[in-house]
């Protein structure tokens, strides 16, 4: 009799632990897809901040210059000090929108030796050796004065896109030397999308704001859906805001669109 409630029992209690393992095992991927990062094209990568102090993948992936978005400059420059973000020819650039340049110390090595490797970058990309149609339209998408650009950014995104554009866009023609992250806390937020989904159309201008970010949601499906005055600020900046759509249709829920068709790229464990 104990023999069969034994059978019993496990016979409908075997279901359930398999669909809690299935669970548990769904809900781990998820958490490591967090901590990932992930890949916009061959030069361009875009994550979480934890990624700036995994230096095994900064090292395979040859990572050295850096996006951050977001990020307070004093951890950062601790972060810069105290782990592998610090090396040849490497360039860290921070969006900081609270930076008071009157309330910090200027002239640490933190801002010094990254305001002169980008000073370095900027004119060797620059002096346009490389006549390849690739490097001169890249160099023709340059909007700023770029002996004006600097490795700290405060105060509006709306404002200060535009020279993180072209930062960007200088560091994929320094691909030579390495290849670039872009960062924010989480990974998932609309600032660091917004640049994303900007980089990729005023690079391709046949691309919609929409089509940018459903390539962005098919490589991280948690980056959240871009609020109508993010979709605004890319269109801007040069795309249309939704591929044959009407523009007060442009919040809508992206995140209802089949991101399912093509094949996601990770690149680091």
């Known amino acids: 009799m104990a023999t069969r409630i034994f059978f019993f029992v496990f016979f409908f209690l075997s279901p359930y632990t398999i669909c809690m393992e299935n669970m548990n095992r769904c809900y781990y991927d998820q958490l490591v897809e967090q901590i990932r990062s992930q890949k916009l094209d061959s030069n361009v990568l875009f994550g979480p901040i934890n990624s700036l102090t995994q230096k095994d993948f900064l090292e395979v992936e040859n990572v050295k210059f850096f996006i951050t978005l977001g990020l307070d400059t004093s951890q950062l420059s601790q972060v810069w000090n105290n782990?592998?973000?610090?090396?040849?020819?490497?360039?860290?650039i921070n969006f900081d929108p609270n930076f008071d340049y009157n309330g910090v110390d200027t002239e640490t090595r933190f801002f010094d030796e990254n305001a002169e490797n980008l000073r370095k970058i900027v004119a060797h990309v620059m002096r346009a050796d490389d006549d390849s149609s690739t490097q001169q339209y890249l160099r023709s998408l340059?909007?700023?004065?770029?002996?004006s650009l600097g490795t700290v950014y405060n105060g509006s995104w709306e404002v200060q896109i535009r020279n993180l554009l072209d930062i960007a866009i200088i560091f994929k023609l320094a691909s030579g030397y390495g290849k670039l992250l872009?960062?924010?806390?989480?990974?998932?937020?609309?600032?660091l999308v917004s640049l994303l989904v900007a980089l990729q159309i005023i690079q391709n201008p046949h691309l919609?704001?929409?089509?940018?970010?459903?390539?962005?949601?098919v490589q991280r499906p948690s980056v959240q859906e871009l609020a109508p005055e993010f979709v605004s600020l890319c269109s801007s900046l040069g795309g249309t805001p939704l591929s044959g759509s009407t523009p007060d249709k442009q919040g809508r829920k992206f995140e209802q669109m089949d991101y399912l068709t093509s094949k996601r790229s990770r690149v680091s464990d």
């Open 83 to 92: 782990g592998p973000l610090n090396s040849d020819n490497s360039v860290v």
């Open 142 to 147: 340059v909007n700023s004065d770029v002996t």
């Open 182 to 191: 872009i960062v924010s806390k989480n990974g998932n937020d609309n600032v």
């Open 208 to 217: 919609s704001v929409l089509e940018a970010f459903k390539f962005i949601k």
